[in-house]
């Protein structure tokens, strides 16, 4: 009678196999058609709570004078200051943030963990976890820059609120300014702290400005790869 000898099992395979079941179940649930719902509800909920205000949750019209020709309304004469603290900032941005807040706590103590267990087991096993810690580093510098960007406009709301302080008009304009500069931080953060963002930037840039085709398999092929490089980090927490 003979007996198959099963080979042992390498620090690197044992890594290969730990990294497949994150791989497939996001292949898995990642489809075209999930994505894109995903995408719409997005924008659905985000228009849902950007057009409260004009449903009905805004200040009461004010009374003009009959030879007014016609009236200047500005943002905080005419926003309710409960929907933009208790709804717009403790609901949908102080609970998200805070909620995301612990979800990266969680993965750090993760990665680390995998680190400690595995920094003898191979090169190429604790190579992958430290790879996975610089892209979440990456993804916590941008919840970092949310935190920063939007904070001080929501705290002096807060203060207006509820303590009534008074608050000049140039520090709420700072905090607009500031903002907003939200959303152009972000792409130039994906551009230098994640490399693939980087090299998709540069693959667009030639594709649709430059009209170069043949570029367009490597371009695919680039945003495939990049799609599923950061779910992989993401995934580790459900592991």
Not at 18 to 30: D, H, Q
Not at 67 to 82: A, E, G, L, P, R
Not at 215 to 229: L, M, V
Request: aromatic share 12%; with cysteine.
């Amino acid at each position: 009678m003979f007996f198959k000898k099963t080979p042992p099992t390498t620090p690197a395979a044992a890594a290969s196999d730990e990294e497949a079941p994150s791989e497939e179940l996001y292949k898995i649930l990642a489809t075209q058609r999930r994505s894109w719902v995903a995408v719409v509800l997005s924008w659905i909920v985000a228009c849902a709570l950007g057009l409260t205000p004009l449903l009905g949750w805004h200040k009461p019209k004010q009374a003009t004078a009959k030879n007014q020709t016609h009236t200047v309304y500005k943002f905080i004469d005419v926003i309710d200051m409960s929907y933009m603290v208790y709804f717009n900032f403790f609901g949908c941005i102080l609970v998200p943030l805070l909620a995301m807040l612990l979800l990266y706590v969680h993965l750090f103590q993760d990665i680390r963990r995998h680190l400690r267990e595995n920094m003898a087991g191979g090169k190429e096993n604790s190579t992958y976890y430290l790879k996975e810690r610089k892209l979440a580093q990456s993804l916590a510098l941008v919840l970092m820059l949310f935190a920063i960007c939007w904070l001080p406009l929501h705290v002096m709301n807060s203060l207006l609120h509820i303590q009534n302080v008074d608050i000049p008009t140039i520090a709420f304009h700072a905090g607009i300014l500031l903002s907003h500069a939200n959303s152009a931080v972000n792409p130039i953060v994906y551009a230098f702290k994640i490399h693939k963002f980087k090299r998709a930037y540069l693959l667009i840039w030639r594709r649709y400005v430059l009209c170069r085709k043949e570029d367009t398999f490597e371009t695919d092929r680039s945003a495939d790869n990049f799609a599923s490089s950061i779910p992989r980090t993401l995934a580790m927490v459900t592991e």
